[in-house]
C-alpha cells in the first residue's frame, strides 16, 4: 500500500468548544517538516484554501520537493466559508453554486501547478437540517450539473466523491457509497469517482470492505482515507484503535479487488501530539496490512465459499492466527492450546522486536506460559497489572501494552 497524510493532520486541530485549537497553530512549512519525520509516508493530501491557495502553490511546490512529497489529493474548500452554510453545488442561489464550480476549478488549476492528479470532492454543506427544508429534486440535479461542469473542463483530472451521511449538515445527500456510487454514474464521465473515508463508512453502519468492493468492482474507487471512530460520529481516531478486526478485512479487499492508489490519513487528533498520533496510524496501518498479506487466499476462497461461513474464525483453530481471547469459552470450544496472539503492543525502549504496534506471534504448544486459554477453560494467572497513577498521562490500552501481556 501506498500511504499519504492529510497535511493539516498534524497540525493544530480544533472543535465548537476549542476554537482557537488544542496546540499553538503550524505554519505551512513547519507542518511538512513534522510530516516529513513519519517513517513509510511519500506523499500528501491538501484541503485548499488552508494549507494550499493560488497564492502559495510556488511554496508548496518547493515544500513538496524539499521532502521528495507526493501530491495526491486535493479537496476544496465547500464547508468551511460562509458562503457554503447552505451548501455549495446545491445552494438555491445559482450564483453561489457558480462560486462552488469556481473555487473547484481554482483548484485544479493548484493541482496541475504541483503535479496533483486527483480532486476530492466533500460537500459538507450539501445537505439539509430539517423536514420540508429542502427540494431534493433540484438538489439532486444541481449536483450532478456541478461535477460535470467540473469534470468536463478538466478531463485530466480525476473528481472523486466522498461521502459522509451526516455533519457539518444532519443529513448529507452524498450519504453512502451507494449515493456516491449513484452520482458518479450520473455524471458518466470516466473521470469521476469514489473516495471511501472509512470513518464516514463506519459512521453510515456499512461493512467497509463490502463498500470497498461495491465502489472497485465498478472501477469508481478512486481514493481512500483511513481513521477509526465508535460508529456514532465522525471521531477521526487512530487507524485500528476500535475496529482492529475489520481493518484486516479492509486490506485484505483492497489487495483482492487490485486497488493500486493511496490511502490517506484523515485523522483529528485533538489532545494527542498531531505528529505522534499520525504516526501512530501509519504504524496500526503497515502492521495491519503485514497481517492480512498472511491469509492464504486459497483458504479464504474455500471460506468464502462454505454454505456456513465464520469468517476469521475459520482460519484461527489450527493454522492460521486468531486473536487471543484466552476465554473459558475458547478453551472448552477448541480442546486445545494451538492458537496464536494477534498481540497489540506499544513501541518500548530496549524492545526491537517490538517495531510495530501490533504484530502476530505464531503459534504455540499446549501448556506455554500461561497466556493461551487452559484446555479446560481456565487461564492462569500472572501477576496483577498495575493501574496508572493519578495525574499520569495515561494513554488506554496503549499504556497497558508497554509490557508484555
Known sequence: ???????????????????????????????????????????????????????????????????????????????????????????????????????????????????????????????????????????????????????????????????????????????????????ARECALPNVGVTIDVGHSLEAYENVAEAICAAASRGLLFHMHINDNYRLWDDDMITGSIHTIEYLEIFYWLRKMGYDGYVSVDQYPYRENSRDAVNESIQWMTALEKAADRLDPAKMDAILAQKRRRGLHALCPRNSFRLRTAGPKEGRRHGRNHTADLRILAQSPGHPDRSSPLFLVQRRAEGDAGRLAHPRGRQRRGPARRAPAVGQRAGGLRALHRDPL
Open 1 to 183: 500500500m501506498k500511504y499519504a497524510v492529510i497535511l493539516g493532520n498534524v497540525g493544530s486541530c480544533s472543535d465548537r468548544y476549542m476554537t482557537g485549537g488544542y496546540s499553538e497553530p503550524f505554519t505551512v512549512e513547519q507542518l511538512f517538516e513534522r510530516l516529513s519525520t513519519i517513517d513509510n509516508v511519500h506523499a500528501v493530501e491538501f484541503v485548499g484554501g488552508w494549507q494550499l491557495t493560488l497564492d502559495n502553490r510556488q511554496m508548496v511546490k518547493e515544500q513538496l520537493e524539499k521532502y521528495k512529497l507526493t501530491p495526491v489529493s486535493i479537496i476544496p474548500d465547500h464547508f468551511g466559508r460562509p458562503i457554503w452554510g447552505l451548501g455549495a453545488f446545491t445552494h438555491p442561489d445559482p450564483d453561489v453554486r457558480q462560486a462552488a464550480v469556481k473555487e473547484t476549478m481554482d483548484m485544479v488549476e493548484a493541482a496541475r501547478f504541483i503535479g496533483c492528479d486527483t480532486i476530492s470532492i466533500w460537500n459538507g454543506q450539501d445537505g439539509y437540517d430539517y423536514p420540508l427544508q429542502a427540494n431534493y429534486a433540484d438538489a439532486s440535479k444541481w449536483l450532478v450539473e456541478g461535477l460535470r461542469e467540473c469534470a468536463l473542463a478538466a478531463p485530466d483530472i480525476r473528481f472523486s466523491l466522498e461521502y459522509k451521511p451526516k455533519e457539518p449538515r444532519n443529513h448529507s445527500f452524498i450519504s453512502n457509497v451507494w449515493s456516491a456510487i449513484t452520482y
